[in-house]
Nanobody, 126 residues
């Protein structure tokens, strides 16, 4: 069973930066990993995703040019570098992973991911 361990969430002021990390344990045939976020009272939404074999990246429009997703395949780890943070970025951030053969609805679709981390909180104050 794949387990995802996230870290890096914190409280920062607007304009600041944070880097989130997610390591996949007990991995097997992980092909995409992604980051999603959920603010209180809102749906969980996609932030960014990466294809683990080629580093193809995908971003939600709201974070393009501010967030960068990257990977270290040797460590089964993905990173989310967040800059120019805004109060609207405040949310619980979740790491997600899928294996080849799982139902796929696109790299930024929640339903494409079978495995989820516990979440790490990002709070941005104005």
């Amino acid at each position: 069973q794949v387990q995802l361990v996230e870290s890096g969430g914190d409280s920062v002021q607007a304009g600041g930066s944070l880097r989130l990390s997610c390591t996949a344990m007990h991995t097997s045939s992980i092909n995409y990993m992604g980051w999603f976020r959920q603010a209180p009272g809102k749906e969980r939404e996609a932030v960014a995703a990466i294809y683990m074999h080629r580093s193809d990246t995908y971003y939600a429009d709201s974070v393009k040019r501010r967030y960068t997703i990257s990977r270290d395949s040797t460590k089964n780890t993905v990173y989310l570098q967040m800059s120019s943070l805004e109060p609207e970025d405040t949310a619980m951030y979740y790491c997600a992973a899928r294996q080849a053969g799982d139902t796929f609805h696109g790299p930024l679709s929640r339903s494409s991911y079978k495995y989820w981390g516990q979440g790490t909180q990002v709070t941005v104050s104005s």
